[in-house]
């Protein structure tokens, strides 16, 4: 079955303490992002990988690292959490390059909260 | 920030069409009009999407006035599952891809299908 898939899917963490949210798509996908969703303000990108070893900044990097080692991984990293970055996290995948049809899937997602 | 308006919330009866309305009064002309839906707290799910023409798909149509400054998705006969928040947004779609394929989602509608 094509899927995202994220882990863990739960996380309480305490401040300061580093975390890695897993990211992995089965679609031979190109394209990975990552986006945090925090009520009133939607999905905002966090970061984004054309394809291995391409990563880019979205829209609130702030307090994230990512890497993109392989094709199928895109994992996001929070090396210092802080409260600010409780959230619901997505990852999303997506073809890239020759299509018209760049349907994104996305992860279960994350919730997150830093205490 | 995003480049589309939508109603805050709407509500449909089970069975009948729902048409989501969006507008997109600065789409310049290489830009489509995408449809996702969030069923609460899941993954954004892609619905359809077009450029000029109206366009249809298992899961609904696609509207597009003629000056693609508005569009209607509609849900033929909706049911307590469509029940989510639908987001409409524009995009560039590049061969090569780019940051301009990236997703940027605005608040969106939050449609309520009662029975």
């Known amino acids: 079955e094509a899927q995202v898939t994220q882990n863990p899917r739960y996380l309480i963490t305490v401040t300061g303490k580093k975390l890695t949210v897993t990211c992995s798509q089965n679609?031979?996908?190109?394209?990975m992002s990552w986006y945090r969703q925090d009520p009133g303000l939607g999905l905002r990108q966090i970061y984004y990988?054309?394809?291995?070893?391409?990563?880019d900044k979205g829209d609130v990097p702030e307090g994230y690292k990512v890497s993109r080692k392989e094709k199928r991984n895109f994992p996001l990293i929070l090396e210092s959490p802080s409260p600010n970055q409780t959230s619901l996290y997505f990852c999303?995948?997506?073809?890239?390059?020759?299509?018209?049809?760049?349907?994104?899937?996305f992860g279960p997602g994350t919730r997150l909260t830093v205490t | 920030d995003a480049k589309t308006t939508q109603p805050t919330s709407m509500d449909c009866a089970e069975g009948r069409a729902a048409n989501l309305p969006c507008n997109h009064s600065t789409i310049s002309g290489n830009e489509y009009v995408y449809w996702y839906r969030q069923i609460h707290s899941q993954g954004p799910q892609y619905i359809i999407h077009g450029l000029k023409n109206n366009e249809t798909n298992e899961m609904a149509s696609l509207i597009i006035t003629e000056d693609r400054k508005s569009s209607t998705l509609i849900l033929p006969h909706a049911t307590l599952r469509d029940t989510a928040v639908y987001y409409c947004?524009?995009?560039?779609?590049?061969?090569?891809?780019?940051?301009?394929?990236?997703?940027?989602f605005g608040k969106g509608t939050k449609l309520s299908v009662k029975p």
């Open positions: 947004i524009v995009r560039v779609v590049l061969s090569y891809g780019g940051s301009q394929g990236n997703l940027i």
């Open positions: 679609m031979n996908h190109e394209y």
């Open positions: 999303a995948s997506s073809l890239r390059g020759g299509s018209n049809t760049y349907e994104q899937y």
């Open positions: 990988s054309m394809n291995v070893e391409v990563t």
